[in-house]
């Protein structure tokens, strides 16, 4: 089956920073994925890249099989919602829907106008005057009725309250239910992510540091408490992901698919906020290791 984004060895260059560096990802379809990092991580990049806002500098991607943006074809089957969840202040609830049948041929007007009925919005009513959650939901909407094989989301539940990002997520997964659409949510609100997603892509300091079946991640991921211990000792076999000591105590995330028998450890499985954390803790550990990566001019 065709990967819905894969890439390889991509990066992306402003000016001397690398904002996305050595990025190879295969995303399956019909999955609905959380991409999830801190600020400035490349999230945003990564996501402009793959709908053709952005060049890449090295490597390549593709999007459903094709090139990213590659003509009104290619276009037709990407659906995006930007972080700002745009919308124009001055056209009405109709005014979007009317705008967004011309734009997309593929155009599903009855999902449309059901959508917005369902979600109680005046169609006289001006964008401007909606609220934050209503904005959102509006963005879906016109997202969702061009009947996209993927939909794109940059952090679109940011700035809501946590009503209407309950709200905004519920319609999301009624849509995916329904149409059978692949997602790609960028967020930073793991709590979010794990209602909602079964794949997860970690992206830290401008790199992937972990991708996969958010079942199987966990399933192979275990937290070890004992006596403490230096984590080079341990079986070749484990992979540390994150360390922690006290005088007397290690506390180690590892990853492993054999069972721990060493009884010195108490073992426990663990959450998907302690994995995604831990990620990210040793994804800014290697970069502080790393030089600057930037590039030298004369």
Not at 89 to 103: C, F, I, R, Y
Not at 207 to 235: C, F, K, N
């Amino acid at each position: 089956m065709t990967a819905v984004v894969e890439t390889k060895g991509l990066g992306k260059r402003y000016g001397r920073r690398w904002a996305l560096s050595d990025c190879t990802l295969s995303i399956p379809p019909g999955r609905v994925v959380g991409l999830v990092g801190p600020n400035g991580a490349g999230k945003t990049t990564l996501l402009n890249l793959a709908i053709g806002l952005l060049a890449p500098t090295s490597g390549v991607i593709e999007v459903l099989g094709g090139h990213p943006a590659d003509g009104p074809s290619q276009l037709a089957r990407v659906g995006f919602v930007a972080q700002e969840t745009p919308t124009y202040s001055g056209l009405s609830v109709t005014d979007h829907l009317q705008m967004g049948a011309w734009l997309n041929p593929g155009w599903d007007n009855g999902l449309a106008i059901g959508r917005i009925q369902h979600l109680k919005l005046d169609p006289k009513q001006k964008a401007g005057k909606l609220s934050g959650g209503q904005r959102a939901q509006l963005a879906l909407t016109l997202a969702l009725a061009k009947r996209p094989e993927l939909l794109i989301l940059d952090e679109p539940v940011a700035g809501l309250d946590p009503l209407a990002r309950r709200e905004f997520l519920q319609v999301l997964m009624e849509a995916v239910a329904e149409h059978g659409v692949s997602v790609i949510l960028s967020s930073h609100l793991v709590a979010d992510l794990e209602r909602v997603c079964d794949y997860l892509v970690v992206l830290v300091a401008s790199r992937i540091q972990v991708a996969g079946e958010i079942e199987s991640l966990l399933a192979g991921h275990r937290r070890l408490t004992g006596p403490r211990r230096d984590p080079s000792r341990l079986p070749a076999n484990y992979r540390v992901i994150e360390a922690s000591h006290t005088d007397r105590q290690s506390s180690l995330i590892v990853a492993t698919d054999e069972r721990v028998h060493d009884p010195v450890w108490t073992v426990e499985q663990i959450g998907l906020e302690d994995l995604v954390l831990a990620y990210m803790s040793r994804g800014v550990e290697v970069e502080k290791r790393q030089p600057a990566h930037v590039e030298v001019r004369p």
